[in-house]
């Protein structure tokens, strides 16, 4: 059974919301620096929003960035979905920050809607949700963890139950550096696919995705207020920079999104806004056993932030 129900024009209003919300918040946190806006347009393609915030006082450099498009479903997604005579339309709202102090994390979120429809008739063919948000610590505060996951377990609940573990265990799973057999934070959320049912309608999942983005700001913004006057050095900052390397590798080996935009033609510095201004990668380093920085990889696996008597 089918439970299509168009959310273009809804959901492309609320990341237009979200966007304001959410750059606001930075700002007022950075306490210094303002977004760029750099609106764009392509002609029977679609429209964003590129917001920009570089040198700050507490971010080095991010983004978070609003778009709608709609088009032919390229070819290489024509036959990963297994569809030919089909156009596409996706929304979404895609943020990354790089702070300067190595004690704030890095953070992602996303949150998107895909609809697949019929070039002849309009027909909606398929329609999905996705998103999530994982934070990247360089140094492990235990209880910012916690805070984060929390947050994100109440928005999930409030939906469905089954969100929250069934998300946390994707996160876990999907932001992974396979090749380093490594994670590449400490997780969060995450969803694709996700599709209307019996027990939640596309109205459910639309408000979920706006209430999940919203809630960005109250899982980062009080981690990033309790950390960023902590006195940091150059080995700190170095730590950070080497850090971010796996960061960049997870972003242009793995991540589905920098790819799909690649895909299909998408703006292309909007899409690597989320790659960090200064990283380095030193040949085969490890830090010192019982380090700071051991216990932060120490911690790059699953681990089960909200009971942590074993962790």
Not at 124 to 136: E, N, R
Not at 165 to 186: L, M, Q, S, T, V
Request: net charge neutral; hydrophobic share 35%.
């Amino acid at each position: 059974m089918k439970y299509f129900d168009s959310k273009r024009k809804e959901f492309t209003k609320l990341i237009k919301k979200l966007q304001i919300k959410i750059t606001g918040a930075i700002e007022k946190a950075d306490g210094e620096a303002e977004f760029q806006i750099d609106n764009w347009k392509r002609e029977k393609f679609g429209f964003g929003s590129t917001r920009i915030i570089e040198n700050g006082k507490v971010f080095e450099k991010g983004g978070v960035n609003i778009s709608a498009v709609l088009g032919p479903l390229p070819e290489a997604l024509q036959q990963s979905l297994d569809e030919e005579n089909s156009d596409f339309f996706a929304s979404g709202i895609s943020l990354v920050l790089h702070p300067q102090n190595p004690y704030v994390p890095s953070v992602h979120a996303n949150y998107r809607y895909f609809e697949l429809f019929s070039k002849d008739s309009s027909e909606i063919k398929d329609q999905w949700f996705g998103g999530g948000a994982d934070l990247t610590p360089y140094y492990l505060f235990k209880e910012d963890a916690v805070h984060f996951h929390q947050i994100h377990k109440t928005i999930c609940d409030l939906t469905h139950p089954a969100f929250y573990p069934r998300f946390k265990k994707a996160c876990d799973e999907y932001f992974f550096n396979h090749h380093r057999n490594e994670a590449r934070g400490i997780g969060g959320i995450f969803f694709d696919h996700v599709r209307a049912n019996e027990d939640t309608s596309a109205q459910d999942l639309c408000e979920f995705a706006y209430n999940a983005g919203l809630g960005f700001i109250d899982a980062y913004i009080p981690i990033v207020n309790l950390r960023k006057d902590i006195n940091y050095n150059q080995q700190n900052r170095d730590w950070q920079e080497i850090r971010r390397g796996r960061y960049v590798e997870f972003n242009l080996i793995h991540d589905r999104g920098t790819l799909f935009g690649l895909k299909t033609k998408g703006r292309i510095e909007s899409i690597l806004m989320s790659l960090p201004p200064h990283v380095q990668w030193r040949y085969n380093h490890k830090p010192k056993p019982g380090s700071k920085e051991q216990q932060m990889l120490d911690h790059l696996k699953e681990v089960d932030w909200l009971n942590l008597q074993n962790n």
